[in-house]
């Protein structure tokens, strides 16, 4: 996703594409945290926030990816793994 918002054509596709790096990112930290502290009960508040992020993430680096593109498929394949890890855990 840094990729594409150094090298996209447009203001919002660099904007959307570094948010999106910058929730993965989060969202990556969130879940290594909440997975290396076992004492610590999961928490229904956690689990609204990671599901924001991945949902707010996935969205913008979907648009970003897809508009730099042209393809509306394509982008689901370095996107979607994210997204389903993300909604994994929070169903889990």
Known sequence: MLFIAAFSKTHLQMLLGFLGAIGYLLLGFMMTEQLSSDLRRSRGSDKKLIMAINL?????????????????????????????????????
């Open 56 to 92: 707010a993430s996935f969205g913008a680096a979907y648009w970003a990816l897809s508009s730099y593109m042209g393809n509306y498929i394509a982008p689901l394949i370095p996107v979607g793994p994210g997204f389903l890890i993300g909604i994994w855990r929070v169903f889990r």
